[in-house]
């Protein structure tokens, strides 16, 4: 078949074709999503478990290899690997490169839910998919002048769950230099001579602030559940907790401790526009655009109302989407740049403005239809991509002056040009 022919047969099809490649690809540039990296899917989940200060053998056995035979049969898992510490482990399940990590992670998640029965009862697990897709994009630093334990309270309490909302955010992180938490501080010679240990203390206040079911109540064709509350609403209620009976007296916290309000010891130091802060780190999820998420998050921060006090303020410490943006603003002004200097080049040697219309009209049309076909092969745009872009100029250059000068060829030969 004939392409020449073809084409100027169906020209209008032709043309058609060529301008909804072109707005198609036009749309696909607003909508693709913006990035440094391409999205790279690695074939591994990590869980991640703690336990107190269990001792590493103790780890090993109750925590370690319950939770390594728990996801040892998992689907499309190839080797299962584990490192243990006191109070900590990390099992990490390698995969087959064809799984579908997503799915994946849902079965690693049902089968260590599984497994928490056999678990301690105050060991916490993490699962996450390990891929480096996910990444701290945005960063921000709430001041003001209360406390450092209100400033972490407000940011993680209030903060946190709005930033949540924000399409595309994935992890969001809260650091401070002060955590709030209720210091118990007990007398041993009092707990000695009640014949109490810190455990028994420690049960107590447990067993006690919680909810529980005590029963049903029918009435009117209704089944009502009947619940008893003993959760702690204040410093008083918690000094008020029996936590023994001796000759038939109860034994009050308040007997045998101090129960104040305090803070956990301090690990970290937080500090920000030379102040006490609270420090909020958030992550994107895997194929968001940076771009959108930065904005609308940094739109929230600045819109926020009544949801802080007005003496609370945040600011902007690190955002990623300025680099991404001045990257690909950058590779594009190369793509921009190199299209006219390689126009201008053509038009000097082949000295023919027809020609160089063909070849300068083939660039914009072949760039923007590739950013279409990337779209539907669910590609982003990204460093590499666009530099790709930026060097394929110059093929594309070469294949368009290669063909018009084949059909300048075929016409000086005397054939038809259709």
């Known amino acids: 078949m004939n392409v020449v022919r073809f084409s100027r047969q169906n020209s209008r099809a032709v043309n058609l074709l060529t301008g909804f490649l072109l707005v198609a690809g036009v749309v696909a540039i607003f909508r693709l999503p913006s990035n440094i990296y391409p999205e790279l899917a690695f074939p591994r989940v990590v869980i991640l478990a703690h336990s107190g200060d269990l001792l590493p053998q103790f780890m090993l056995l109750r925590v370690t290899r319950p939770l390594e035979e728990s996801v ?9 690997r584990s490192k243990t510490i006191r109070g900590g482990a990390e099992i ?38 390990l891929t480096p897709a996910i990444f701290l994009i945005v960063s921000l630093i709430l001041n003001g002048d209360v406390p450092a ?24 992180e809260v650091q401070a230099s002060s955590t709030r938490e209720v210091s118990v501080i007990v007398d041993p ?6 014949r109490l240990s810190l455990v028994d203390i420690t049960d107590r206040l447990r067993a006690t602030n919680d ?22 609403t204040n410093l008083e209620d918690i000094r008020n907790t029996v936590v023994a009976v001796e000759n038939g007296s109860p034994i009050r916290l308040r007997d045998i401790a101090e129960v104040r309000d305090g803070v956990e010891d301090r690990r970290t130091l937080i ?7 609270a420090l909020i780190n958030i992550a994107r999820q895997i194929g968001g655009n940076i771009l959108q998420i930065s904005s609308q998050v940094q739109e ?4 926020l109302g009544s949801a802080i006090p007005p003496t609370l303020h945040m600011s902007v410490v690190y955002d990623l989407a300025g680099f991404v943006h001045d990257s690909i603003g950058n590779v594009r002004d190369a793509i921009l740049l190199g299209g006219l200097l390689v126009i201008a080049i053509l038009y000097l040697f082949l000295r023919e403005g027809r020609t160089t219309l063909i070849a300068a009209i083939s660039l914009p049309v072949t760039v923007i239809s590739t950013i279409f076909f990337m779209g539907l092969m669910g590609g982003t745009l990204y460093l590499m991509s666009l530099g790709g872009m930026a060097i394929a100029i110059g093929l594309i250059i070469d ?8 059909i300048y060829r075929h016409l000086g030969l005397g054939e038809s040009a259709t």
């Open 189 to 194: 010679q009092q707990v000695l001579s009640h």
């Open 399 to 406: 294949d368009t002056v290669v063909v018009v000068e084949n």
């Open 149 to 172: 334990a209100d400033l972490r309270d407000y940011a993680y309490y209030v903060l946190r769950p709005l930033f949540s909302r924000v399409p595309g955010v994935s992890l969001i």
């Open 271 to 277: 500090t920000g526009n030379g102040q006490p802060a």
């Open 300 to 303: 929230l921060a600045t819109h």
């Open 72 to 80: 040892t049969g998992v689907l499309g898992a190839r080797r299962v």
């Open 211 to 232: 909810v529980t079911s005590v029963g049903r109540l029918d009435k009117d064709y209704s089944q009502y559940l009947v619940l008893a509350t003993g959760q702690f």
């Open 92 to 129: 990490s399940v390698l995969f087959n490169p064809d799984m579908d990590m997503q799915y994946a992670l849902q079965l690693v998640e049902g089968r260590v839910t599984e497994a928490r029965g056999s678990l301690p009862a105050d060991t916490e697990i993490q699962v996450e998919r």
